[in-house]
């Protein structure tokens, strides 16, 4: 029980839960201002679709509304917690909706005139989630979650299900293919000069 | 610009990651609203006290009466026949006994005639005809 106290303390969003699963109604609005843009942002860059990442936003914080009274505290961090149910959702709209997706050793050899060509005058921020919706999803997953999340390869590996090798191995993949996808624009994103 | 210089380097990379980071996510109020909404809606589902057991409904006499019925006939059914086949044996027994019924009138009445009359193939089978 010892672990699971440890891990209520250094978790405050486990305090917040606990809190709110005893009857506190301030604690739902600090959990949703504290987790609610993690996993709305998560779910924007995985699905590239802002009603369907809104869907899966309010689908996976009801799982946690409904998980609260017997959330174990040793299980997880909730937020991991959250991030994988999310991520999961997100794993399942998208296999609805695009069945042959690319499969997960594929790697870009020339980068398409599609990509190369994307929209003129965008920002680095454009550029990069354009460029992160063409990676298969599970490389997007990875790379999302440690490089704009900035979650630990060990906690990656909890949300996905995956070995903490298999995180490193995807993500560095994931960035290899978000290299060649923004090969030659260089200069249009102001790296030209560096 | 030749196409080694061209490409991206890892720096790049982060730099355009740490360019996303910066952004703020915006959650649109409407949404917030939709799982505030939830939050509250679970939290007050759990707050309800659980409902009483509802009560039994009384029996009522005639269905019970009724099953009772039901059951004893199946007893009743049995017992009844086996006792008018032993009632009818007892009887009979009884009137042979005590010169009421005689084979002789019993063959020379009404009705061994007419179904001598009317079956002849039975005649075999009634002794003394």
């Not at chain 1, 174990?72 to 149910?85: E, H, I, K, N, Q």
């Not at chain 1, 900035?150 to 299900?161: K, R, T």
């Not at chain 2, 740490?18 to 909404?37: C, G, K, N, T, Y």
């Not at chain 2, 057991?53 to 009844?80: D, E, N, Q, T, Y």
């Amino acid at each position: 029980m010892k672990m699971a106290f440890d891990q209520t303390v250094s978790d405050p969003d486990a305090v917040l839960l606990a809190r709110y699963a005893g009857g506190d109604r301030h604690a739902s609005a600090e959990l949703v201002q504290r987790l609610t843009p993690r996993i709305l942002g998560l779910a924007r860059r995985l699905l590239q679709d802002g009603a369907e990442a809104e869907d899966v936003t309010q689908e996976a914080m009801l799982r946690l509304w409904r998980i609260a009274p017997d959330w174990d505290p040793g299980r997880a961090r909730v937020s991991t917690w959250l991030y994988r149910v999310a991520s999961n959702l997100c794993i399942d709209r998208q296999r609805r909706k695009k069945p042959a997706e690319l499969a997960e050793d594929w790697e870009v050899a020339d980068p398409t005139p599609d990509v190369t060509h994307v929209m003129q005058g965008r920002t680095r921020v454009a550029a990069l989630e354009d460029a992160l919706a063409h990676l298969p999803l599970r490389q997007r997953q990875a790379v999302v979650l440690r490089h704009l999340d900035g979650l630990a390869n060990p906690e990656i590996a909890e949300i996905m299900g995956i070995s903490v090798e298999a995180v490193e191995s995807l993500s560095a993949r994931g960035k290899r293919t978000l290299t060649t996808l923004l090969s030659g624009r260089k200069e249009e994103l102001g790296f030209a000069d560096d | 610009m030749t196409e080694p210089e061209n490409r991206l380097t890892e720096t790049d990379l982060d730099r355009m990651f740490q360019a996303v980071r910066a952004e703020p996510d915006v959650v649109p109020l409407a949404l917030m609203d939709r799982i505030a909404r939830d939050a509250s809606r679970e939290q007050a589902l759990r707050s309800e006290p659980e409902p009483l057991p509802r009560p039994k409904p009384r029996s009522w006499r005639v269905p019970s009466l009724s099953a009772a019925v039901h059951r004893a006939m199946h007893l009743l059914l049995p017992v009844g026949l086996t006792a008018s086949t032993l009632m009818g044996v007892w009887f009979g027994g009884w009137a042979m006994d005590n010169g009421l019924v005689s084979t002789d009138a019993l063959l020379g009445s009404d009705l061994a005639f007419n179904l001598a009359y009317q079956l002849p193939a039975l005649t075999d089978y009634l002794v003394g005809y």
